[in-house]
């Protein structure tokens, strides 16, 4: 079985028609169960350590791993389960809550590029500026807290919006920053499986929100935003993988495929000594050799 297959299965790139009813969120592809896939994840976690230490010695490349989704969709388990064999000098994780008045005051790109990943580091964004296009859309009275001049929300905000995100996207993939976008595509029941699992369990009572209902009220309205903005912002430089997410297991497994080929596309080496250095090197383990204190 090559999953290298898995990543191109559900990489959406510059596709207008895309749909979200195209890709089923209960799909597991070719594996039957859970430990079907756990040895294969084992080796994905692993290879991606192996490449983010050739990232961070290389430090030439930045990547930057973008989490979209509705609630208990499985973002944070993802990350964690995915990212729990790299390094945490090389990783650097973000969640974009409610933005601050602070935030509010600058342009919608202003806190998330505060937290950009430097290169040689891998930067996770859980949640994003998409959010602009997203429960902002769905609740447009938000703009209002934006302050914006009236003259600049006119019925093409979202166009431009969508065509000011494209740009910015080209302008990192232009500095090195490599940008791999995934939306987890959980269905309606298994949400409310999971909604009423965070209410039967007392350690998962602190997951739950109110306001989790009433987004889930708006499924509809979420899905056509979520739909829109992959067909708008999946770009061959910035794609957008939309990942079947009923499964935990599989969200996993193929979210760990795509940033290991990613990884893998680079060519990551470490970097190599000169003559200079080496001789340095050689002169320094001949003094050491030689003081045995």
Request: net charge positive.
């Amino acid at each position: 079985m090559k999953l290298e297959q898995l990543a191109k299965r559900y990489r959406i790139a510059d596709d207008r028609k895309f749909r979200l009813a195209d890709v089923d969120p209960e799909d597991t592809w070719k594996f039957k169960s859970k430990e079907d896939a756990e040895e294969r994840l084992k080796k994905g976690v692993e290879r991606l350590s192996e490449l983010q230490a050739k990232l961070y010695a290389q430090s030439q490349w930045a990547i930057l791993l973008i989490f979209q989704a509705m609630d208990a969709a499985g973002k944070d388990s993802t990350i964690a389960h995915v990212m729990s064999g790299v390094n945490p000098q090389g990783c650097q994780v973000f969640s974009f809550k409610t933005p601050s008045a602070e935030e509010l005051r600058h342009d919608f790109f202003w806190r998330s590029a505060k937290c950009l990943p430097e290169h040689g580091r891998i930067g996770i964004f859980n949640r994003s500026y998409y959010e602009e296009v997203l429960i902002v859309r769905v609740h447009p009275q938000l703009l209002q807290n934006e302050n914006l001049p009236p003259g600049l929300v006119t019925k093409n905000v979202w166009e431009e919006r969508f065509e000011d995100i494209n740009g910015f996207e080209r302008y990192l993939t232009r500095n090195g920053v490599v940008i791999r976008k995934f939306f987890l595509h959980v269905s309606k029941k298994e949400q409310r499986r999971r909604f009423l699992s965070r209410l039967e369990e007392p350690e998962k009572n602190w997951k739950f929100s109110t306001s989790d209902m009433q987004e889930r009220a708006r499924w509809n309205d979420y899905i056509r935003a979520y739909e829109q903005m992959i067909q708008n912002t999946a770009t061959g430089y910035a794609p957008w993988h939309v990942v079947p997410a009923d499964h935990k297991w599989f969200t996993r497994l193929v979210v760990a495929e795509v940033v290991v080929q990613t990884l893998e596309s680079l060519d990551l080496k470490f970097p190599k000594v000169d003559e200079a250095r080496r001789k340095e090197l050689r002169e320094v383990r001949r003094l050491l050799e030689r003081n045995k204190t």
